[in-house]
């Protein structure tokens, strides 16, 4: 087994941003004792089965731990198989209950935000846009005062989105509730056929937290940040001094190390600016 990375050389950093971390992985036997060694700030995914079959004390422990050790956390709401805005009542009925669910862990875990997907997918929803605007914009509306209850923003992330375009159009029927967006520096190299400078200038109003992970533009790799072709420092110098959340969305801790090598190297406005401010 490939030793673990010691990462407290990076302190400076680490106590500012976040590490994608699931659930399921996060237990003891696993990544737990990584994180807190290295006081790493997780990033709980939430997607898989166990989200309908954990008992609410092992949310509440890990919780417990997190914050004994001085952690804050984010959380990342469930997205697989998931329409949050779609056309069959039955799957709707059932993704709105798994989201639920995952809001209703928020009072556990008082994170700094929550993370979810909008579920668009253009050749299966732009058809009938209309109607998938008004199923999203039920769904959220039941489930972003539960966020507000707590203060915790609800980070509206883009995928597979090929523009801003979408994210425009729901926000704007969700005006009545705080909201902001999570730009994904890979979805957006992977996916979208318009640039990071183009979804920054149409929601820099909302933007309000990044997921940071690199690819060379065919597929979603979740690299480490330099390891692809994505313009990092024009981005950072692009929202220099905007207070943001931030996560590291690498799978492998290896990635996770050579990320916060790049970022030490750019230093440029992550360390001189509010980005990803904590308490």
């Known amino acids: 087994m490939t030793p673990l990375p010691d990462l407290k050389k990076y302190k400076h950093l680490t106590r500012a941003c976040f590490i994608n971390a699931p659930f399921d992985r996060l237990c003891p036997d696993d990544l737990l004792p990584f994180f807190l060694d290295n006081k790493l700030q997780p990033e709980i995914g939430l997607e898989g089965n166990f989200l309908w079959t954990e008992p609410d004390k092992n949310f509440q422990e890990m919780a417990d731990k997190l ?26 009925s059932l993704s709105r209950q798994k989201l639920h669910r995952a809001f209703s862990l928020l009072p556990v875990f008082k994170p700094k935000s929550i993370v979810c997907h909008l579920g668009f997918e253009s050749h299966k929803h732009a058809h009938n846009l209309d109607r998938w605007l008004d199923v999203s914009t039920e769904t959220w509306s039941r489930l972003l005062p539960l966020a507000a209850r707590e203060n915790i923003p609800v980070m509206f992330e883009n995928t597979y989105e090929l523009d801003p375009s979408v994210h425009l159009a729901l926000f704007s029927r969700l005006k009545s509730f705080p909201f902001g967006f999570c730009l994904d520096t890979g979805h957006v190299l992977a996916f979208s056929n318009t640039t990071w400078q183009d979804w920054v200038k149409a929601l820099r109003p909302w933007l309000g937290q990044v997921h940071l992970h690199d690819n060379d533009g065919t597929r979603d790799a979740h690299l480490a940040i330099g390891a692809g072709c994505f313009d990092f420092a024009g981005f950072f110098k692009s929202i220099h001094n905007k207070p943001l959340l931030c996560t590291l969305e690498q799978r492998s801790a290896k990635d996770v190390a050579a990320s916060l090598e790049k970022l030490e190297w750019l230093k440029a406005s992550f360390l001189t600016s509010d980005l990803c401010p904590q308490k």
Not at 73 to 87: M, Q, W, Y
């Open 67 to 92: 914050r004994d050790h001085g952690l804050s956390c984010t959380l990342h709401a469930p997205f697989h198989d998931l329409v949050p805005g779609g056309f069959d009542s039955q799957i709707i």
